[in-house]
């Protein structure tokens, strides 16, 4: 095997196994000797990778950035909508998003900040601005607060669900969310035709392994 090639496939291995530890014990539960042991790598490949346990942590919460680029679409509103869909499914098998997840919503001794709630408002905002410029939004909306509104709900509803349901009711969540909001902010003669069901994840998860959108090492 080349060497770069060697080096890329144990990143992911090291960035999987630090996910999964993250996943199950949270940043303070979880050290580089357990990443070591599950990836089956040597302690200097990874700090060639990744000098520290908080790098490791960096990685991960960065892991996020592609996904949080919705893929081109008639319809800003609808991209929006399909950006939270996108995110919800893979949230149910990702296991390193899962781990980024709960580095941004877990207080420990790492330290986020606020950039992966940044990354995302900035996404929906951008969306909802295209939407509004279209004319898909009613006059009134305010593109800001819904992209704050949405982020920090969605950031709620994916802890419920997962405490509820190991977040299998995640998209149910999420398509119910939609239809609440949507009514107060959407163009009447758009409403009826934006989809907000389930089968649209799907069908968004055969467009995204199409467009090579889902990251190599996901799952």
């Not at 892991?63 to 149910?92: K, V």
């Not at 905002?125 to 939407?131: E, T, V, Y």
């Not at 398509?175 to 003669?189: D, F, S, T």
């Not at 392994?209 to 996901?218: F, I, L, T």
Request: negative net charge.
């Amino acid at each position: 095997m080349p060497r770069q090639e060697r080096a890329v496939r144990t990143r992911a291995l090291l960035l999987r196994s630090a996910a999964e530890c993250i996943k199950e014990h949270g940043y303070d539960g979880s050290s580089t000797t357990e990443v070591l042991r599950r990836a089956g790598v040597t302690r200097g490949a990874l700090y060639f990778h990744f000098p520290s346990k908080e790098a490791l942590a960096d990685a991960i919460v960065e892991y996020q950035m592609p996904l949080l680029r919705p893929l081109s679409a008639d319809c800003p509103l609808q991209a929006a909508i399909d950006l939270t869909l996108s995110y919800a499914r893979l949230l149910q098998t990702d296991v390193i998003l899962q781990a980024a997840v709960r580095l941004a919503t877990e207080e420990t001794s790492y330290h986020p900040g606020t950039r992966p709630y940044v990354w995302s408002q900035e996404t929906v905002g951008d969306l909802l601005r295209q939407a509004r410029n279209r004319g898909e939004l009613l006059p009134h909306t305010d593109t800001d607060e819904i992209a704050v509104l949405v982020v920090g709900s969605f950031t709620g509803i994916q802890l419920l669900s997962q405490l509820s349901t190991g977040r299998a009711d995640l998209l149910y969540r999420v398509c119910v969310l939609w239809r609440a909001v949507l009514p107060g902010i959407a163009a009447p003669g758009l409403l009826l035709r934006l989809r907000t069901d389930e089968q649209r994840a799907e069908e968004l998860e055969q467009a995204d392994q199409a467009h090579g959108r889902v990251p190599y090492d996901a799952g």
